[in-house]
């Protein structure tokens, strides 16, 4: 059972974890991924045909949880649509603010259900795409398409989210780098001025996703630049793994749904990672994050739970 207490960090996979661990280590290889993205897309022909062909019909979502990656957003999802009056898209991340920006809007419209069945229960429609949050621009297209939309923002520890990526990234053998390596790299980039507020990520970058996606301060002041104060929710992931139910009921108060009890059974998108941060990249990661940590409390007028945290050990892991 994962440790989501003090910094957010796992501890390491039990002996009767193996099994699951090996069987996901496989599932993320790249040739299995390749093989189920083929199998997926050909079995979604007719149904995405149908979509399209009814994309009038169908609702755009009135909440969207914009991220942050890697902090619990499957988790949030996955329990908030079990509320009856609240319904998901055909898949979690839809990313067309992000990732398909050049499509049509009537692709995105097709992605949700139809209006007249979430009409019977006057329901809620949800999406949840982590790529949004640390893109600005994303975010701008958001509110030029959703301008009324109920936004979420879940911020997890920056340091183990930043090892959590890197796993996530490591594990499809997607990153030949090691961790310390790119921490290293990005401080020293910081420190010669080579990142700057608002600069577009740069994906190859050690500074995109597994440092600079937890400059939280800078990510949640674009946000409030086009939304509302009052249409923003920002969350810990720390309160979320601890209690999901009464993190779900605060959320369902925000959309102006109903109290409905949840039962939280598993931790989705378990990570069962072998690797371990080393405890001087920890610090150094953690000091690097304090300024950023800082502003986010003058943001938002909150502390999150991590920075009262403990610095990481080498017993401690990340979690997905």
Known sequence: MPDHAGNGLRIPPAADDAAHYYLRKLQRHPAFLSAKLGLRAARQVLPNAWRLATQRFRQLPAGVIVGAAKAGTTQLFTYLIRHPRCFGGIQKEVNYFSHHADRPLAW?????????????????????????????????????????????????????????????????????RSFGDLVRQAVECEVRGATRAGAPVDESSPVSRYIRWGYYAEQIDALLQVYPREQVLVLDSADLFDDTNAMCQQVFDFLGLERFDVQSQKIYNRGYYRETIEPATAELLRDHYRPHDQRLVDLVGKRFRWMDAAPASTSERSAA
């Open 108 to 176: 995105y419209r097709s992605r949700f259900p139809l209006r007249r069945a979430m009409n019977r229960v006057r329901g809620v429609c949800l999406e949840a795409s982590p790529s949004y949050l640390p893109r600005p621009e994303a975010l701008q297209r958001m509110h030029d398409v959703l301008p009324d939309a109920a936004v979420i923002a879940i911020l997890r520890d920056p340091v183990s989210r930043a090892f959590s990526q890197y796993q996530h990234e490591r594990t499809r053998h997607r990153e030949p």
